[in-house]
């Protein structure tokens, strides 16, 4: 199984602030990564798939960048609503896994 | 609108079955592969399982866990995806969410989740 490991998992800051989250995976995944953003009590959202690719709707202030083994979600200036738990998926293989997530708090 | 509603979750024995169901409306639903993602209560996500389209001979993939105890099915006639859950453990509580794949086989939308709970 391809395992994702994401730094931090939790991780603290301020509205303004510009925080990024890496993802590492324990082999190659070529650009089959996606992230996704949870709040509590809801459903996943997707955010970012094939590594760097806005989902419709997402606001601008997120981008993804990486390749092969290491990966990463940047936002740019963190707004209120950004305040959630994100976490990086791979999908060039099976089982589908997720990372163990990182919960952004204020 | 894309929208997926699960229904079915609920308090079962060790041992037991249950049966969740994922209605789908506002999309070509057949197009797709469907897959079922849960969460343990405070823990992250997991993969439960997938079917793929009629084009790819609606065929499945189970993660370790689950495999041989759960089983992934659709209706294409009824916009429905279930899972037959058999033989369920303490550790199979979760919310359940089921989830669109979408063309570059990402989860593009996803379910509100329904709660099973495995508890005697």
């Known amino acids: 199984d391809i395992q994702l490991t994401q730094s931090p998992s939790f991780l603290s800051a301020s509205v303004g602030d510009r925080v990024t989250i890496t993802c590492r995976a324990s082999q190659g995944i070529s650009s089959y990564l996606a992230w996704y953003q949870q709040k509590p009590g809801k459903a996943p959202e997707l955010l970012i798939y094939?590594?760097?690719t806005l989902q419709s709707g997402v606001p601008s202030r997120f981008s993804g960048s990486g390749s092969g083994t290491e990966f990463t979600l940047t936002i740019s200036s963190l707004q209120p609503e950004d305040f959630a738990t994100y976490y990086c998926?791979?999908?060039?293989?099976?089982?589908?896994?997720f990372g163990q997530g990182t919960r952004l708090e204020i | 609108e894309v929208q997926l509603v699960e229904s079915g979750g609920g308090l079962v024995q060790p041992g037991g079955s249950l049966r969740l169901s994922c209605a789908a409306s506002g999309f070509t639903f057949s197009d797709h592969y469907m897959d079922w993602v849960r969460q343990a209560p405070g823990k992250g996500l997991e993969w439960v399982g997938r079917t793929r389209n009629k084009a790819n001979s609606y065929s499945t993939e189970y993660a370790a866990s689950v495999n041989g105890r759960f089983t992934i099915s659709r209706d294409d006639s009824k916009n429905s995806l279930s899972l037959q859950m058999n033989t369920l453990k303490t550790e199979d509580t979760a919310v359940y969410y089921c989830?669109?794949?979408?063309?570059?086989?990402?989860?593009?939308?996803w379910g509100q989740g329904t709660l099973v709970t495995v508890s005697s």
């Open positions: 094939a590594v760097s």
């Open positions: 989830a669109r794949s979408s063309s570059t086989r990402d989860f593009d939308s």
């Open positions: 998926q791979q999908l060039i293989g099976y089982p589908i896994t």
